[in-house]
């Protein structure tokens, strides 16, 4: 128990409020839209500074938690995004939105990893898989936080108020790691020009990219659309109003614990009857691409449950960030976990700042109405992802992925 209360459960705060955050923005559109007179294509740009400033910070990062460890980057990391939230609930306008909002995205742009580093030192490296999928559920419970009870706080109180909120919480999870995470024994023993030389390693390793690469592009376009664009679908193409889009939001968000879950759970079952983890992959990544299917199509029958299996099916490759791990030496696990969220938030705020531009020059130029203009878009990320994921399929190495 003592273990769960210092080397888990507060990197795994860290990573409830890491989800929160980036999801916070698709619920407080509305009034930033009223207030701000801001449309969908600026709210777009802000919310993706986020992922930019998660881009930009990983590989140092990841370089700085093998270094220093978990117990000394994360406290400090989560600060910035205490500043970053009192900057967004005093900004006025997109450029100080767009600051606060990237200093959010920078202060947890290892929030995850940092629980990924802390298991690889404090659990056994076969239970990896499991403990980080726990590890993850954390992340589903903040998205489920930034929905309907967001939605709940905003009828007393405005945005800006519940950033500042946010901002004070922030600083009491930051200072809970600070005293309660385990001391790094390493603690900045290595040298610098060591620490760069494993991580060209990583990159220079062929079973990085062909095990990684696939599984972390659909990781990206599933994030884009979880913390941001699904809600755009729900109302453009489902038409839903936006209490119905705030309870949808609140199940999609529920549906990502049992995604991360039982992808970590499924891997280890199986692991102990001789399945390997890299084919079980290769199955949730076919499941994610067959649910594009009926979202390409515009099938709003039932948009709450197909938006769920959405959810919950594309939170399943993220064991990925396990089993490429358990490939390397221990040491190397902060860059390699690191490198691969470096490509998946690269995706993330590619696809997340497109779509809305796309959106409109598809309105404008083709005369194509919303709806159709999500068609198109939904189906050119499922024919990027299905063409990665063949690549992976041919690959024996990523197959075999204990």
Request: charged residues 10%; proline residues 5%.
């Amino acid at each position: 128990m003592k273990l769960v209360l210092t080397a888990f459960l507060p990197f795994a705060l860290g990573y409830f409020l890491s989800f929160l955050f980036r999801s916070l923005n698709a619920v407080v559109a509305p009034a930033l839209r009223a207030e701000l007179g801001l449309d969908d294509a600026a709210i777009g740009v802000v919310t993706s500074m986020y992922l930019a400033a998660f881009v930009v910070a990983q590989l140092p990062a990841g370089v700085a938690l093998d270094r220093f460890g978990p117990r000394r980057v994360a406290p400090l990391m989560l600060l910035a995004t205490a500043l970053g939230a009192v900057v967004f609930a005093l900004g006025q306008d997109v450029v100080k939105l767009s600051i606060g909002r990237a200093l959010i995205g920078l202060g947890l742009s290892v929030a995850l990893m940092c629980g990924f580093k802390a298991n690889v030192l404090y659990w056994p490296i076969g239970r990896l898989p499991l403990v980080n999928a726990i590890m993850m559920t954390f992340g589903g419970l903040g998205a489920a936080m930034a929905t309907r009870p967001v939605q709940w706080l905003l009828v007393d109180f405005d945005w800006r108020q519940v950033f500042l909120g946010l901002a004070a919480i922030t600083v009491a999870v930051a200072i809970y790691q600070l005293f309660a995470a385990p001391r790094y024994e390493r603690g900045g023993k290595g040298r610098l020009a060591d620490e760069l030389s494993g991580l060209m390693g990583v990159l220079r390793t062929p079973l990085f990219w062909k095990a990684g690469l696939a599984p972390t592009f659909s990781l990206g376009v599933w994030v884009c659309y979880t913390s941001f664009w699904a809600a755009g679908w729900l109302r453009d193409v489902a038409h839903l109003d936006e209490p119905s889009v705030g309870v949808a939001l609140f199940a999609l968000s529920i549906a990502i614990v049992p995604g991360y879950f039982f992808s970590g759970t499924f891997v280890d079952l199986l692991h102990r009857r001789g399945i390997r983890g890299g084919r079980v992959l290769l199955v949730y990544g076919m499941l994610f691409l067959a649910i594009h299917i009926p979202i390409a199509l515009n099938v709003t029958a039932a948009p709450k449950l197909l938006w769920f299996a959405y959810v919950m099916f594309g939170g399943m490759s993220v064991v990925c960030y396990a089993l490429v791990t358990r490939a390397f030496a221990p040491e190397l696990a902060g860059r390699v976990n690191t490198t691969l969220n470096l490509i998946c938030m690269l995706i993330a705020f590619v696809v997340q700042a497109a779509i809305g531009p796309a959106l409109a020059w598809m309105e404008a130029a083709h005369g194509l109405p919303r709806a159709g203009a999500h068609q198109v878009v939904t189906l050119a990320v499922l024919a990027m992802q299905a063409a990665l994921w063949l690549w992976f399929a041919s690959s024996r190495e990523a197959r075999d992925l204990p």
